[in-house]
């Protein structure tokens, strides 16, 4: 099993800054990718970031160049800086990651972290 667990939420005022980091601990023998969605209040959950163990990312039009995702694999964690943040940012964000075992995947999830931005 993969435990995520996610930190850094909170309260912030429009065009202000935060950073959320997820570690993973567990069976991390293999997990690839990791990222985060979110969740607003009344929406579906959605994608909005992903990091391969090879520092590719993957980001959504909503978060592109504000953003910005990194990871440290000797850690087993996962960064996202965001910037010029948004009322509409304000969302539930949740940590993923898919674990690999003999060419299966599984996807973890942490149980989030509440980022609200006031406008």
């Known amino acids: 099993q993969v435990q995520l667990v996610e930190s850094g939420g909170g309260l912030v005022q429009a065009g202000g800054s935060l950073r959320l980091s997820c570690a993973a601990s567990?069976?991390?023998?293999?997990?690839?990718?990791m990222g985060w969605f979110r969740q607003a209040p009344g929406k579906q959950r959605e994608f909005i970031v992903a990091?391969?163990?090879?520092?590719?990312?993957n980001y959504s039009e909503s978060v592109k160049g504000r953003f910005t995702i990194s990871r440290d694999n000797a850690k087993s964690t996962v960064y996202l800086q965001m910037d010029s943040l948004k009322p509409e940012d304000t969302a539930v964000y949740y940590c993923?990651?898919?674990?690999?075992?003999?060419?299966?995947?599984?996807?973890?999830w942490g149980k989030g972290t509440l980022v609200t931005v006031s406008s």
């Open positions: 993923y990651a898919n674990s690999w075992s003999k060419g299966v995947s599984t996807r973890h």
């Open positions: 567990g069976s991390i023998f293999r997990i690839d990718p």
């Open positions: 990091i391969t163990s090879g520092d590719s990312r």
